[in-house]
T-cell receptor
Framework: AQTVTQSQPEMSVQEAETVTLSCTYDTSESNYYLFWYKQPPSRQMILVIR??????QNATENRFSVNFQKAAKSFSLKISDSQLGDTAMYFCALMYSGGGADGLTFGKGTHLIIQP | DTGVSQDPRHKITKRGQNVTFRCDPISEHNRLYWYRQTLGQGPEFLTY????????KSRLLSDRFSAERPKGSFSTLEIQRTEQGDSAMYLC?????????????FGPGTRLTVT
């Protein structure tokens, strides 16, 4: 069974600061994908960034980047120059990519608040 | 709007009643997923379809739950004899079954309240 753990229920930073959200996971599979999804208040979930486990290079998308430590099973999200619109629930998720089991396993989420 | 849509957005029902939700995926997506999200938790996987075939069901999907995707397009999720513990947000997602993206696109969800 796969598990995803987000140990920070809530974080609050000032606008323009950099913030890092933590995620650890456990899986016995070697082929998998990791994702960070954002769920703004009363709005649908959208993908922020993804990482293929076979790639050593950390993924980046504009102000968002990850620190993927495969041996430690750690997948943190860094948001640079945070903006008010970044306020949302952030979910770390894992998906086995070997075929068959295809659903995402999510963590409990981190509520990120960007203060003006 | 070419995103994933869900109907209804909100449903209030009395315990013991049956409810049905609908999901319309992005038109070219052949994979469709259902998740349940309770307050303060991340979404939990329920089931998924590739075209019209239901390929995987979670243990969370009790025998009161049934999902269909009859023509490989829209999907329905039915809950029979609802219980208060069924109160949750039910999310639908879809993605292409080919390619390397693996990104699932989510709908806005159906919030179910069982009284």
């Amino acid at each position: 069974a796969q598990t995803v753990t987000q140990s920070q229920p809530e974080m609050s930073v000032q606008e323009a600061e950099t913030v890092t959200l933590s995620c650890t996971y456990d899986t016995s599979e070697s082929n998998y994908y990791l994702f960070w999804y954002k769920q703004p208040p009363s709005r649908q979930m959208i993908l922020v960034i993804r990482q293929e486990a076979y790639k050593q290079q950390n993924a980046t998308e504009n102000r968002f980047s990850v620190n993927f430590q495969k041996a430690a099973k750690s997948f943190s999200l860094k948001i640079s120059d945070s903006q008010l619109g970044d306020t949302a629930m952030y979910f770390c998720a894992l998906m086995y990519s070997g075929g068959g089991a295809d659903g995402l396993t999510f963590g409990k989420g981190t509520h990120l608040i960007i203060q003006p | 709007d070419t995103g994933v849509s869900q109907d209804p957005r909100h449903k209030i029902t009395k315990r013991g009643q049956n409810v049905t939700f609908r999901c319309d995926p992005i038109s070219e997506h052949n994979r469709l997923y259902w998740y349940r999200q309770t307050l303060g938790q991340g979404p939990e996987f329920l089931t998924y379809f590739q075209n019209e075939a239901q390929l995987e069901k979670s243990r969370l999907l009790s025998d009161r739950f049934s999902a269909e995707r009859p023509k490989g397009s829209f999907s329905t999720l039915e809950i029979q004899r609802t219980e208060q513990g069924d109160s949750a947000m039910y999310l639908c997602a879809s993605r292409l079954g080919t390619g390397s993206s693996y990104e699932q696109y989510f709908g806005p969800g159906t919030r179910l309240t069982v009284t």
